[in-house]
């Protein structure tokens, strides 16, 4: 078993020199030689203050140069690196840092969340703070130490945790994802097979993705230094800075959402010529729509791949035909799927042209080994050797499969399964609409209806315009809205994700209330 400080320091082995780390906040940088030199010294620092194999250590960081060291260092002496958001407020990450055992944690210099990070952790355990110091926190320039004074690399065994990955659900707090060593090689080597990156010191990847999501870590990051490619850390998504380092550093990879795509493309000065490094691109966490793709296929030189996994399983599928495919996807390495009946079991597959849940084995080296001090979830989610995604998928004539939203957002209405992700894309084209989320509300008729939550741009659309726009488009007439509720906003959580549920809840209580913003039916 390959633990991560192995694969980067075989990587330091065949090209020692080459360039591994690039800062964007300042001008440092480190040749591979330097990396691994650095991030002995960092373990050694860590372990003179008490962190050592099996120690549990959060980060609660964005994107930084130090983030990337620290994770490294932790690795280095077997400790687990719990990946916490850093957007989080102090009040959510308290309770991770209680319930996950953390031994020790390094956060942004916000006293505030160092307070409450401190009054969990055990008494005398280390917390640092990076980039900047505060006075409640010992400073990252403290973990340094004497590297000859470190233990020997031992290889971690088969089953041994290495990380802690946190879930962004939309309920209650977000699920601790124990990630054991066996699956660090086969989460990396799928993005050969299944998206297309060669091994070797001509790549260049922007690291947008955070580092608390398996894609940030694995399919990024960990994937840049194990191919012997150049990292560039991206601390804060800003759409010019980020059009401007791709053509600085002729950038060949990048990963990100479709959201971030649609504000590059948008963004003041943006230049189709200033992409033209690029070799590949992936994408994934959420739908793109058609339009945005065919802008990107069109004007951007790389391949434009879609890719699904999740944090519990890594990536599963991937897209083999990208140019125009918003949604097919296929089972790619290390996968087995299959589409099943909403309810179903593991064999009550799906015909053809039907959708059901998305499930994926189990039993791959990339799985994960459940939820941490959450044995009734991970029964929840792990059935007789197969994972329950809570996605809907469409199973195609070909064997592949579409995606076609969450489970739980299928919108059960006059015996119909409607799909926000049919909806959204319509509505999202009308000049008056700047956000849009559509969920179902109770109806004592249909029993469920689509209600349209729209947030307005400066000439706000009426009912009847939304709905003559629909009838206009390819929507099929049953899918269109039934009701509208204008928002200020969308609420999300911490990872940027909608929060449907208090969508439904508000669509659902205006009804009948006369305060707060009002459902407007088509009439």
């Given amino acids: 078993v390959h633990s991560t400080y192995d694969l980067v320091w075989y990587a330091a082995q065949r090209t020692p020199d080459h360039l591994a780390l690039v800062d964007d906040r300042s001008d440092r940088q480190l040749s591979y030689r330097q990396l691994v030199d650095e991030v002995e010294s960092i373990a050694a620092g860590l372990s003179a203050r008490g962190i050592k194999a099996g120690s549990r250590f959060a980060t609660i960081l964005p994107n930084l140069f130090e983030h990337c060291l620290i994770i490294l260092a932790l690795n280095r002496l077997g400790a687990v690196p719990a990946l916490i958001n850093a957007r989080l407020t102090p009040a959510e990450v308290a309770p991770l840092v209680e319930q996950g055992g953390i031994e020790g944690a390094i956060t942004m210099p916000d006293a505030a969340m160092a307070a409450a990070v401190s009054q969990v952790l055990p008494n005398g355990a280390p917390l640092f703070s990076t980039p900047a110091d505060i006075d409640s926190c010992r400073s990252f320039a403290s973990c340094r130490g ?40 086969p989460r990396v080597v799928w993005v ?61 990879f990048l990963f990100t959402v479709p959201t971030f795509f649609a504000a590059m493309v948008q963004a003041p000065g943006y230049d189709p010529a200033k992409f033209a490094s690029l070799d590949l691109v992936l994408y994934g966490g959420a739908s793109i729509s ?15 791949r879609h890719i699904y996994g999740t944090t519990e399983t890594m ?115 009308h000049p008056g609409v700047q956000e849009v989320s559509v969920v179902g509300a109770k109806d004592s008729y249909w029993g469920e209806i689509a209600v349209g939550c729209i947030v307005a741009s400066t000439s706000p659309p009426s009912v009847a315009e939304l709905d003559a726009h629909c009838k206009s488009s390819t929507l099929s007439a049953y899918k269109r809205p ?16 909608i929060l449907r549920r208090v969508l439904r809840q508000t669509a659902e209580a205006s009804r009948n209330s006369d305060d707060g913003p009002n459902l407007e039916m088509v009439r």
């Fill in 315 to 429: 990536c599963s599928l991937y897209n083999p035909e990208p140019v125009g495919q918003s949604t097919r996807l296929r089972a790619g390495r290390y996968s087995r799927v299959r589409v099943i009946r909403y309810g179903g079991n593991h064999d009550d597959i799906v015909e053809p042209g039907e959708e059901g849940e998305l499930i994926i084995d189990a039993t791959t080296d990339t799985i994960f080994s459940g939820y941490l001090n959450r044995p009734d979830a991970t029964a929840e989610k792990v059935k007789d050797g197969w994972y329950y995604t809570g996605d809907a998928f469409r199973l195609r004539d070909d064997g592949d499969v579409e995606i076609v939203g969450r489970v739980d957002d299928v919108i059960r209405c006059g015996g119909e399964n409607l799909h926000p992700d049919d909806i959204e894309p319509i509505l999202a084209s």
């Fill in 192 to 252: 050969s097979p299944m998206a297309g990156l060669r091994c070797g010191t001509h790549s260049r990847i922007l690291g947008m993705a955070p580092l608390s999501h398996a894609i940030g870590f694995y399919g990024n990051f960990l994937a840049a230094l194990t191919y012997n490619a150049t990292y560039y850390v991206v601390s804060q998504f800003d759409p010019v800075q980020v059009n401007d380092a791709i053509e600085q550093h002729s950038i060949t």
């Fill in 290 to 304: 058609p339009a945005l793709l065919e802008q990107l296929d069109r004007e951007w030189p790389a391949t434009i």
């Fill in 482 to 497: 039934k009701a509208y509720l204008f928002v200020d906003a969308l609420p999300r959580n911490a990872a940027n994700k």
């Fill in 146 to 185: 004497d590297v000859q004074t470190l233990a020997p690399f031992r290889r971690p065994e088969p089953e041994d945790l290495a990380y802690i990955f946190y879930t962004s659900g939309t309920t209650g707090l977000p699920k601790g994802v124990e990630i054991p060593h066996r699956t660090t090689e």
